[in-house]
């Protein structure tokens, strides 16, 4: 290939990128496929209202399960699920704009957008330990309880990490003196399920039907009169949860 020639490659390889944004070439002439141009596009996607696809989908059966969406889980981010979006970024400390980009994703437990159905079983920010720790907290406090109401134990202990009046880490929150019977009795030295492991996943992952307690108790069984003049969120089986 003569010089000419070269130049005349390189001029059409550029004009192909500026147009269509999948060509990128080399400077021996030659085309290069556009793998690296897509993956880059993948990594820093951003789903908002107008955009499909199985991600979408997975945002919307993130969102129906955790009670923010009661839309349809069509893969078409439409206006009920840009308002889903802003409940769960209002109720997660995100910044709201019915936008979902990389923290929202994470948020949700979302991370590989570029499989079908783009969802990790992961807990973002949290060791093995940390969700092992939870998983026994749950099984012991809530083994009984609905699936729902074991998320709402996990999620009372998330909202203490959030809160400025709780210690700044998980096994602190759990072990605060007399902070949960099942640390005061041993019952958090119990073998969790499965369920109670998902249920920790779901409430390190943002799901919060508890909305935002920071206590619970069974009002059949506690002694406290201080417990009973906090403010109900939520009553799920037999706690009652509060602020």
């Given at each position: ?6 130049i005349t490659a390189l001029i059409l390889s550029a004009a192909a990128l500026l147009i269509t944004g999948f060509a990128v070439f080399n400077f021996n002439g030659g085309i290069v496929s556009a793998v690296a141009q897509q993956e880059s596009v993948t990594f820093n996607a951003i789903y908002k209202q107008g955009s499909r696809g199985t991600t979408v989908k997975s945002i ?184």
């Open positions: 290939m003569n010089k000419r020639v070269k919307q059966q993130k969102l129906k399960r955790w009670g923010y969406y009661t839309g349809a889980v069509d893969g078409i981010f439409g206006a009920k699920t840009k308002e889903a979006v802003k409940y769960f970024q209002r109720k997660n400390g995100l910044k709201v704009d019915g936008i979902v980009g990389s923290q929202t994703l994470k948020a949700l437990g979302i991370y590989n957008t570029s499989t079908s159905s783009g969802s990790s079983t992961s807990s973002p920010n949290y060791s093995n330990s940390d969700i092992t720790l939870l998983a026994h907290l749950i099984y012991g406090e809530a083994r009984g309880e609905s699936y729902t109401g074991q998320i709402a134990v996990g999620a009372v202990v998330m909202n203490r990490l959030k809160s400025s009046s709780f210690p700044n880490t998980i096994s602190a929150v759990i072990y605060q003196p007399w902070a949960f019977t099942a640390v005061a009795d041993g019952q958090i030295n119990l073998t969790p399920n499965e369920q109670a492991y998902r249920a920790a996943r779901e409430a390190m992952n943002g799901y919060d039907p508890s909305y935002g307690a920071l206590y619970y108790y069974n009002p059949k069984t506690a002694t406290s009169s201080w417990i009973f003049s906090r403010k109900t969120t939520v009553v799920i089986g037999r706690h009652v949860f509060a602020v």
